[in-house]
């Protein structure tokens, strides 16, 4: 430290108590070495080798502190080498403390005298166990990371500011670039496209300044001009130093997009082909569902053109019948009543003959309705023919069935309007109720048709209930039915006629054909049974024919057998007299016979210009232009007014033999007869008294002024013979007299 030779006591103490100080104050172990042994060291020397103080490392031997003699002598060699030169020789090594444990240490040593280096050496050692342990740990760190980067099976990257700083060879390899070709690229060389680049760009820039890592997919471009897409995942590597730059981490995911792509595709496909399939479904579906509906409604159709009468629309035979089982079960069950009503309309087939079907149709139709106005919901109203109703009452005794008939005859009174034409039609009903009646709906029903039948035969537009006889006469009626089918051919009919007097001279101007049925088997029957049987079957029009061509063959032989005056009343059945074609035949018989249409007389019952007064007027005035004389049969009985007598130009009315008949005893009929011949004679009509059979009645006739007589007390109804012609002669009419009336 001195120069001076001299140095003093103190001095040399003061330089010990610093080098001391010093020595104590160095967190570096410091010792002095010579001949292999510590002879000096200071504190932290003996701290660092596990020593408790300083003095206890004394003496020990270099090479106990070393792990090995081995070690020691490596390393005393090479520091020796060094130290010999003047150097300071700096090592690290492994050092063995006092209880055996071993350590790094920092070492150096330098000889004191490199001149003369038995005077020793001075060692320092730091403990940098901690140290190399820690620098270990880190080295084995960055060695794993360095082989998490290399061998990564993404791509990272680091960037700043834009370009590439390090990358690994897996982004490398994904870009198709060689090793540190893409260092310091910038990152718009490998992006797809600049739109793509900028996109990415602001997304990183945005989240990434709130410090959030980002992430999205990019497409990347490759060295060779192909394309990349990554799913990248980017983080700043320091959140407060942005300047730090970011680490990207990529993931090629383009062969997976690829996939989605396809299996997006392959599934756009499925659902495409799902669609059409379901469309097609769908259609299908609506199509059965059409069908369906098409096969309900034809079902329903069928259905309903087996049960209802297409015509009103009312329920047939078919649908009657079930539901007559289903009343017939219920009144059964319940003990309730149940009637049944067969209507059948009076002359309805008149309407068709003469005003044709489409009248006839549309009045069926307005019929139909009415009935069903008349009944209640529960009731049912079918057609079961042509003009034929069945109605079903459930619930219904004889007195409430009684009621819906004559509610039924009320309604019928209305006329229907039809065009121009305006009819009114009367029903004939039978009435037959349940159980006494009919048990089933065959039974019932019959029931109720024969009882029909009787009100038919009772005078019409009225209702009767069955009766267990009238069956039996219904039987008759059938029986009759079909014996007349064959009367013509067989030639069981005859015509009788019955002569009809002029009171005041007691002569014979006429007589009336009536017409005679004797059957082989049945006998004698009489016009008043058949011809009602003969009107319901339609058989009425070939008799009615075959009467009228007899009837004037009969009078042409009489006129030439000398009654040359003689005339011929025919009967004419309503239904021959709504005949379109009736004047043209009647003419046409006429002809054939040679026989002036003056010498016909038709006589017909009130009843035929009540349903359609217009059409009779008009038949009435054909046959009357033609010659021939009309006269009213069994007049009183119906509804007559007199405005039709005056406008149909009657010849002559025939009061109704049940006035005449008891003229004698009854002041009534004496005085309907004598008011009728009045009405007759102010209207210039002749009349005829019917069944006059005696002198009273012929007398009280004359007195009234009555024209003709007709009946038991001149002449019953005689067959063309010899007893008729004699009559006739014997009552001739001079021939002057035929112009009379
Ligand atoms: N559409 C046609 N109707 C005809 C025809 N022929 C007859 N008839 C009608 O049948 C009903 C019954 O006729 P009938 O049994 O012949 O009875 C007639 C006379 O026989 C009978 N009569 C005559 N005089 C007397 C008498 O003094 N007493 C008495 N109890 N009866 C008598 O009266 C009937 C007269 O008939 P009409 O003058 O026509 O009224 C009858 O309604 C006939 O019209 C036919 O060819 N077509």
Redesign the pocket.
Known sequence: MHSSNTVSLDAIERILREQHSLLGSTGLGIAFVRQQEIVSCNDRCAEIFGHGAAHEMLGRHGASLHPDEKTFRRLRRRARLHMAQGLTFRTESQLRRHDGALFWGGITGRLINPAAPGEGSIWTLDDIDEQRQAQALLSTALREKQLLFDHASVGIIFMRRGHLTRCNGHFETMLGYGPGELIGTSARDWFASTAEWERIEENFTRQLAVGLSSEGEMMLSRKDGGTVICEVRCKLIDANDPDQGTIWITVDITERTQAQAALAKVHEQLEQQVRDRTRELSATVEDLHREMADRKRDQDRIYWLAHYDPLTGLPNRTLLADRSTQAIQLARDNGTPLAAIFLDLDHFKHVNDSLGHRVGDTLLVQIAKRLRSVVREKDTVSRIGGDEFVLLLPGANAHGAARVADKLLEASRQPYQIDHHELTMAPSMGIALYPQDGMDFDTLTQSADVAMYHAKLDGRNTFRFFTPEMRAQSLRALQLENALRRALERDELQLHY?PQVRIRTGRVHSV????RWNHPKLGPI???EF?PVAEDTGQ?LQI?EW?LRNAVRQLKAWRLAGLTELKVA????AIQFHQPQLPDLVSQILHAAAVPPDALEL?LTEGVAVNDPRTATETMDQLRSRGVRLSI??FGTGYSSLSQLKRFQIYKL?ID?SFVQDLDHDGNDRAIVSAIIRMAQALGMQTTA????TEAQLQFLRDMGCDEA????FS??LPPGDDLLQFLRSRQAPAFSSSRR
Request: proline share 6%.
């Open positions: 019955q009336e054909a009536l017409l009489s016009p008043a011809i009425i009615g009467v025919v009967n004419l059945s006589e049969d069994d025939k033999q019917e069944g006059v059979e007709q009946g038991y007390y019953r109804p």
